[in-house]
């Protein structure tokens, strides 16, 4: 395992039980969570992505002031759902993003997963093309978004322009050389991943994905690694591509994170539909002492298979105590499992 970061979905409620009650408040903490990491010596501080929620919704506001107050971690999204996105707005924004975080940028996208309204991408102005469907809209806007971020002049210039051109057909502005290389696909199938890997990205792989075997999470999962990384090579490409996977996992080393994430017994993958036909497996959750814990993760096929591993953590929870729960695991779990 060569990094470790944090995964946030920004959840925010206006109860007293939370620590996030608003928008503002999950903003602010998400930046301040990102700071706390890079302090403990995490990698990564990734959020996830979602429309009509109370949770984090447009990333780059808040990736660009994560960058500006940071200075070494990776700052990322797992993922974006592509489905909403005009691609080459979104590439100028990326563009600026990752410019103001010296090119610290890792962009999760994928086609997403089933939203809080139904075809929200509609209201985004977004419909799919006769004969496909939302996720195909999704991939289309993804490849749209890879092309432009290579920085290639394509559109035709004004001859009378307010200022000055460079010669030629003009790219999007602000440019940030490398930012195509960092871009990842989340994948809920084998089929995806292998996708992924031909158009040169590298692969998110989450808590769940398409039950395609009735093996347990983490098999499945591993395979799907190992299909996406024999489609790499397949295809030619001349670096090394990154693989993550999540997990949800506390060490218990006080009372907190026993009252918290002590239940007792044994956490199991679970099966459910995230739509009317698509049958899909949840991976298990990790909750115990260090020791335990350790033992647990090392029979994880997957994490194995990784070179990335973003803990999900509870932001209703506060700054404070997932920074805790962030130190707890790279201080007592991280180091047997080969993190640096």
């Known amino acids: 395992m060569k990094k470790i970061g944090f995964l946030s979905f920004g959840h925010w409620t206006p109860s007293p039980q939370s620590e996030t009650r608003s928008a503002g408040d999950t903003l602010l ?196 690694i190992r299909a996406y990384r024999e489609a790499w090579k397949e295809a030619g490409h001349s670096r090394t591509p990154r693989v993550s996977v999540s997990r949800s996992i506390f060490a218990l080393v006080d009372d907190r994170d026993r009252a918290y994430f002590g239940r007792g017994g044994k956490e199991a993958d679970s099966i459910g539909f995230i739509d009317d036909k698509t049958r899909a497996i949840f991976g298990r959750s990790y909750a115990d002492e260090p020791d335990k814990l350790i033992e647990q993760l090392a029979a994880d096929e997957a994490i194995r298979e990784a070179d990335t591993l973003l803990l999900t953590v509870p932001n209703q929870l506060g700054v404070e105590y997932n920074a805790h729960v962030i130190e707890a695991i790279l201080k007592h779990v991280a180091p047997a499992l080969g993190w640096r």
């Open 29 to 224: 903490q998400s930046i301040d969570l990102a700071v706390a990491a890079e302090e403990l010596g995490a990698d990564g501080a990734y959020f996830r992505v979602h429309h009509f929620a109370r949770q984090l919704a447009s990333p780059f506001p808040l990736l660009a002031a994560a960058g500006a107050r940071t200075k070494s971690i990776e700052i990322g999204t797992a993922v974006i759902d592509m489905r909403y996105e005009n691609p080459l707005y979104m590439a100028e924004d990326a563009g600026a993003a990752d410019l103001i975080s010296g090119g610290r940028l890792q962009l999760g996208i994928s086609r997403g997963s089933p939203e809080q309204v139904i075809d929200g991408w509609r209201y985004f102005g977004y419909q799919p093309q006769e004969g496909q469907s939302d996720p195909d809209m999704g991939r289309r806007h993804a490849e749209v978004f890879l092309d432009v971020l290579k920085g290639e002049g394509f559109a035709q210039p004004n001859p009378r322009p307010m200022f000055p051109n460079p010669p030629g057909l003009l790219r999007l502005e602000p440019h940030s050389e490398g930012l195509r290389e960092r871009i990842w696909w989340g994948a809920s199938s084998n089929a995806t991943a292998v996708w992924a890997a031909k158009l040169g990205m590298n692969l998110q792989s989450s808590t769940l994905k398409d039950d395609e075997t009735g093996e347990p999470f983490h098999i499945q999962q591993a395979a799907q």
